[in-house]
């Protein structure tokens, strides 16, 4: 007679942890479609068990439990972070997250540890209860092979039938609610047939500007080309500063007054957006630096840095620049030491040099970073060739808690013990920060002799990390319901002594937009360098930008919206740009399938480029 004691129990165990994972990841939470998506594949394993297990099939059970139960637990952390799905690939990522361990936690709902309650409860009984041993027994008896084995056949077909009928979905978040979130892990874990990459000498500029809609603009009259020729050039990268902070006030008090005041007498992007994947910050670091997306898996750090990447450090090395870049945490995090070599810096300067003092996270301040920075970047300006200096913020970092010396800003009392409330704190402080180092490079005589460009790095607040009451706060401050196109807008300023055109600017752009905008001031030909963005003061009248992370694969941002893909195009999602400059064009699915090809184009691209000796 088949032991269906084990086989039951476990898998009702599993079955009410599918819903736990179902009600925190997808929008409409869980339906009695988990029978038919998450169960079969449950019974696979377990038949599995009934099947070879003749000895401690108890412990057997208890393995796999906790096995899939980590599995549900990661997908949920994991897209209430990024929106995405997690699968076996993030494992490259693992040592990153002692690191961020904060982040983690944050993350976490009181509802989601019910996922872990079969474990204390049953631990006990095992090892505790007397009464335990009747059951032990029990399971020891064996299985009905012939049940078991049309239990598995059928289960088997099921799942089978869930991956391949699902298996063309762009949006990874759709394609793991149709085959279910364990059928969508295996099939990633089995479909490891990579894409042909496209030959190098088939991607040209012009290839790529037709995708991405461009008009050809000639050298010889492309608007401030060498305006700022032999300047300095400072990148400041902020740390997860999202664009409606600009201009936003809080009974009366202005949150980045700083960042206000450049915005106001500089050129101001306000149509800008992030195009991170899984690197996030170093991810941004890479775009910015190369015009090129991040890869379709893992993080640039991981996947592209064996290569010698044609980038912004070269093309300035080329024009007799010295090159350097200032990160307060150890190079080692997020593989960044291999990056800058990748990339070309001349120089690093991590934690060796900025040390331990007044630590915030898992580094110095911001207020030790712009300090330390800004005497480096005086000795770099006495010397006779220019220098391009990235600086990399860090201290308003999620989740936000700053230490409490630092939170200075008095919000009204709704905003306490909140997301959105450590969010604003944590960018107010690291405004007063930029304030200080602007002011510094003045009294220094550095800024006069520089450009300096500022934009955010990524996202702070994700929707799928925002709890009702966060929600509510963000309606509050924007007016209508935070959305998309709210949540990966972020901030663009080039400040220049009165070259670039003043205020704001509301053409649409992107990370991989600021080289070649910048190499245009500069003076800087992109001839001979393959690049995936466009000059923003130039070529203003329509951009497309792909999307790799935060939203689905498919997804990308245009003139007018914010697409976000579903199983395709006909069934996305369109969330329209607010306050953007007129422009007649209409989303097709043309601009779905651009998006894709130009993804393509650069990840084979890079693929393909030297490797380091």
């Known amino acids: 007679m088949i032991c269906t004691r084990s086989l039951l129990f476990f898998s009702l165990i599993m079955l009410f942890k599918s819903y736990v994972a179902w009600f925190g990841v997808f929008d409409d939470g869980p339906s009695w479609a988990i029978m038919l998506k998450e169960l079969p594949f449950i019974l696979l394993i377990f038949c599995l068990i009934e099947w070879f297990a003749t000895k401690r099939k108890l412990m057997i059970y208890t393995i796999f439990n906790l096995l899939l139960t980590a599995i549900f637990f990661a997908v949920i952390i994991y897209y209430k972070y990024y929106g995405v799905i997690v699968t076996y690939k993030a494992l490259e990522q693992v040592n990153q997250v002692t690191a961020v361990s904060n982040s983690v936690f944050s993350l976490i709902d009181p509802q989601y540890l019910l996922i872990f309650t079969d474990v204390l409860v049953f631990g006990y009984l095992l090892f505790r209860n007397k009464s335990a041993r009747n059951w032990k027994q029990a399971i020891r008896r064996p299985a009905n092979k012939k049940i078991i084995a049309c239990l598995f056949s059928i289960s ?41 990459l496209i030959p190098s000498e088939e991607i040209t500029q012009e290839r790529i500007n037709e995708l991405k809609g461009l008009s050809e603009n000639k050298a010889d009259i492309l608007q401030l080309n060498g305006a700022l020729e032999g300047k300095n050039l400072i990148i400041i990268q902020m740390e997860s500063l999202q664009n409606f902070l600009v201009h936003l006030k809080i009974d009366g008090q202005e949150i980045i007054p700083n960042l206000n005041k450049l915005v106001q007498d500089h050129t101001y992007f306000s149509h800008f957006y992030h195009q991170v994947g899984q690197g996030n910050t170093s991810d941004a670091e890479f775009v910015v630096n190369t015009s090129y997306y991040v890869p379709p898996e893992g993080a640039a750090v991981q ?51 900025f040390g331990e003092e007044d630590t915030v996270f898992f580094g110095a301040s911001d207020h030790v970073l712009y300090q330390k920075t800004a005497e480096k970047l005086e000795e770099m300006d006495q010397e006779a060739n220019p220098f391009y200096a990235q600086v990399i913020s860090m201290s308003a970092h999620h989740p936000f808690t700053l230490p409490e010396e630092k939170m200075t800003l008095s919000l009204p009392e709704r905003y306490d013990d909140t997301f959105v409330g450590n969010y604003i704190r944590a960018q107010h402080y690291a405004d007063a920060e930029l304030g200080t180092f602007i002011a510094d490079l003045k009294n220094r005589g550095v800024w006069d002799n520089s450009v300096v460009v500022l934009y955010g790095d990524h996202v702070g607040l994700p929707t799928t990390s925002l709890d009702d009451e966060d929600l509510s706060l ?87 919206e914010v697409f976000i893909s579903g199983s395709g195009f006909e069934d996305g999602e369109h969330h329209l740009l607010k306050n953007i400059q007129e422009t007649d064009h209409i989303t097709t699915e043309n601009d779905f399938y651009h998006a894709l090809s130009l993804l393509d184009l650069s990840h084979s691209y890079v693929s393909q480029l030297p490797l380091k000796q």
Do not use: C
């Not at 960044?336 to 990339?343: A, F, I, M, Q």
């Open 156 to 196: 088997l077909l099921i799942t089978s039938l869930n991956i391949y009928t699902n298996r063309g979905s762009f949006n990874e978040v759709v394609k793991a609610e149709q085959m279910g979130i364990f059928n969508y892990e295996a099939y990633t874990l089995l479909n490891q047939k990579k894409a042909e």
């Open 303 to 353: 996947t592209y840095v064996d290569k010698v990447l044609p980038s912004l450090p070269r093309l300035l090395k080329d024009k007799g620049y010295n090159t350097a870049t200032f990160h307060t945490n150890v190079v080692e995090f997020w593989n960044r030491g291999e990056l800058y070599s990748s990339l070309g810096f001349d120089h690093y300067y991590d934690k060796s040099f």
């Open 474 to 560: 963000l309606n509050e401050i924007l007016g209508h319901p935070y959305d998309y196109s709210d949540m990966i807008n972020i901030p663009f300023v080039i400040a220049s002594s009165g070259v670039t055109p003043e205020g704001e600017q509301k053409q649409i752009g992107g990370q991989v937009d600021i080289l070649p905008t910048v190499a245009n001031l500069l003076g800087i030909s992109l001839e001979d360098h393959i690049h995936f963005g466009q000059d923003l003061l130039n070529q203003k009248d329509y951009n497309l930008l792909p999307e790799r992370y935060y939203l689905p694969t498919g997804s990308f941002v245009n003139s007018n």
